[in-house]
T-cell receptor, first 109, second 115 residues
């Protein structure tokens, strides 16, 4: 079966750095996405990786290793507004998105 | 640009009732989809469409119908509501569903409770 694993919840301090991991086992791979979802709101796109390596976008970076079935989202200089759930999704060989359950990130002052 | 508009935001139904969740997008996206989001689970695909007149089933299609008569609209119909359909429903669209960073744009969500 297809599976995406993420930690359920993480806590970090304002101004610090946090890394959210995502491991996947899917039938084929056609890209990995990270979305941010604030409580009671819709998911919004953060990043897309299809090749191995690090993609940097401001305070957020996303890393992919296809051979290990592994990705992480790195958030730097954490702000209170970063408190949200972070969803990892993999597009499989049929170009369907398989979603993880999300990681709830709590930022403390 | 309104993006993806979903209505209603909240709805309470009794078991056996039917209803339609509306979804409209003004971005000329070919791909539209419906997801449900339940606590502790990833988003699950209900139905999707790759263009007007074309629909297909996702992972959890039972109890739901869709149609796509225009590029803009993709309503989701609950035929006979059951408590197991209590969930938050999201409509999402993108330019296509193929390779590349086809980013999904989500509607604000519809919270449905079935008693």
């Amino acid at each position: 079966g297809q599976n995406i694993d993420q930690p359920t919840e993480m806590t970090a301090t304002e101004g610090a750095i946090v890394q959210i991991n995502c491991t996947y086992q899917t039938s084929g791979f056609n890209g990995l996405f990270w979305y941010q979802q604030h409580a009671g709101e819709a998911p919004t796109f953060l990043s897309y990786n299809v090749l191995d390596g690090l993609e940097e976008k401001g305070r957020f970076s996303s890393f992919l290793s296809r051979s290990k079935g592994y990705s992480y989202l790195l958030l730097k200089e954490l702000q209170m507004k970063d408190s949200a759930s972070y969803l990892c999704a993999v597009r499989d060989s049929n170009y369907q998105l398989i979603w993880g359950a999300g990681t709830k990130l709590i930022i403390k002052p | 640009n309104a993006g993806v508009t979903q209505t209603p935001k909240f709805q309470v139904l009794k078991t056996g009732q039917s209803m339609t969740l509306q979804c409209a997008q003004d971005m000329n996206h070919e791909y539209m989809s419906w997801y449900r989001q339940d606590p502790g689970m990833g988003l699950r695909l209900i139905h999707y469409s790759v263009g007007a007149g074309i629909t297909d089933q996702g992972e959890v299609p039972n109890g739901y119908n869709v149609s796509r008569s225009t590029t803009e609209d993709f309503p989701l119909r609950l035929l006979s509501a059951a408590p197991s359909q209590t969930s938050v429903y999201f409509c999402a669209s993108s330019y296509s569903s193929g390779s590349g960073a086809n980013v999904l744009t989500f509607g604000a969500g519809s919270r449905l409770t079935v008693l």
